[in-house]
């Protein structure tokens, strides 16, 4: 049996990959789970996602395409992946390639727009990587082994003198601990509510920051079901497009492009409305909430930044 | 609707350096929510320096790998 391709390995083919890209003067860099490690993080990945400048997709596409890992070329992952392709990143879509190595797989997942980012990922790059505010962001998911690096890495941004990190912590402890010696401006309370309930100490906070979580978790759900719905002609004519034959990527992206074209709308999160969005989350929490803690939920509208 | 944005704002509220005082308290903040959080070994790992962390992640990784564990995650078409 063929022998793993050992992480460290795996993180600098990856770093390699975008400091290419980065001296071709593609905006771009690391994040999630090998971001986390970075920063100090540690996370069990062995996979790699990057955010790329939309307008620039073509080009990171033909870097990604010349790049061999043990002599493999990538391509495409599977029949799922929407192209890589500005009209379709700048609506929240991310592309899936993969080197099918034996006996692992390694994927690189691109994408134009960090989910749930409140401001824009390209202002605020740390060499290779995504900043800790876009990093601790992208981590507000439905998944619930994503929480305590949200928190690790606001605690990182308060020790940078970064008061955003007050907008990542939900250990109501850790942010009962923090909150009082920041001087946290009037727009940070406006987005996070429950940093008023931390500031006075009150006795709802750990159920408030609860609540935000299960909002967050049900708006994640809520916009990974607006793509699956977005996605299902457009996966059906690619598989029956590419019906199991090899095809280069080069052949599989055009085959994409032609699908998409006809099938995958650009941006179904425009389409659908963001504020419906997060009514339809705030709904959901409802349901499990308090009435008291739902004027504590955040202000979820800041965090579709980039998606048009 | 297009999305608001608070980025032009943050480079105004960044980067103010915490006192050395300040430093060493957020430092055990820091440290008793990662070993709570993560637990006694990976609360370690986290304060080992740069090196010697990426070196025991990657041990970590590896040898999880090694034993069968499937780090990998589906293909969605969106990111999670």
């Not at chain 1, 990856?14 to 690391?30: E, M």
């Not at chain 1, 080009?59 to 043990?70: D, H, I, P, S």
Request: hydrophobic share 40%.
């Amino acid at each position: 049996m063929e022998r793993l391709i050992p992480y460290a390995e795996l993180e600098a083919f990856f770093t390699g990959l975008v400091r290419t890209a980065q001296s071709r003067g593609i905006t771009c860099a690391i994040t999630s789970g090998m971001a986390c490690v970075h920063f100090g993080v540690a996370a069990t990945t062995k996979d790699c996602d990057v955010l790329c400048a939309v307008g620039q997709a073509e080009e990171f596409r033909a870097l990604v395409a010349e790049t061999e890992l043990r002599g493999l070329r990538p391509n495409y992952r599977g029949n799922i992946s929407p192209p890589l392709d500005a009209r379709w990143m700048r609506g929240g879509w991310t592309a899936h390639f993969t080197w099918k190595t034996e006996p692992e797989e390694y994927c690189l997942d691109v994408f134009g727009t960090a989910p749930r980012a409140s401001s824009v990922w390209e202002q605020e790059l740390h060499d290779l990587y995504a900043s800790r505010h876009t990093v601790a962001e992208m981590k507000l998911t439905n998944r619930p082994k994503d929480w305590p690096y949200v928190t690790a890495l606001g605690i990182k941004l308060l020790g940078m003198g970064d008061v955003r990190g007050c907008l990542h912590l939900y250990s109501a402890e850790t942010l009962l601990k923090t909150v009082r010696s920041q001087p946290i401006p009037a727009w940070m309370f406006e987005i996070r509510p429950t940093l008023e309930l931390a500031r006075t100490g009150d006795d709802q906070l750990a159920a408030a920051i609860h609540a935000e979580q299960v909002f967050w978790s049900h708006l994640d759900a809520c916009r990974i079901r607006v793509y699956e719905q977005s996605l299902r002609p457009y996966v059906n004519a690619v598989r029956k497009a590419i019906a199991h034959r090899p095809i280069s990527l080069a052949e599989s992206h055009a085959i994409r492009i032609e699908c998409a074209e006809r099938h995958l709308v650009k941006s179904p999160l425009v389409a659908h409305g963001f504020d419906q969005l997060v009514q339809a989350a705030r709904a959901e929490t409802a349901k499990f909430a308090h009435p008291s803690l739902m004027e504590w939920l955040p202000k979820a509208t800041v965090h579709f930044t980039g998606i048009l | 609707m297009v999305a608001q944005s608070h980025g032009s704002l943050y480079r105004y509220l960044v980067n103010k350096p915490p006192s050395l005082a300040e430093k060493r308290r957020l430092r055990k903040i820091e440290r008793d929510f990662h070993v709570r959080a993560f637990g006694e070994e990976l609360a370690r790992i986290n304060f080992l320096p740069e090196k010697r962390r990426k070196a025991a992640v990657a041990e970590m990784i590896d040898h999880a790998r090694s034993k069968g564990v499937d780090l990998g995650r589906p293909a969605l078409g969106v990111t999670i």
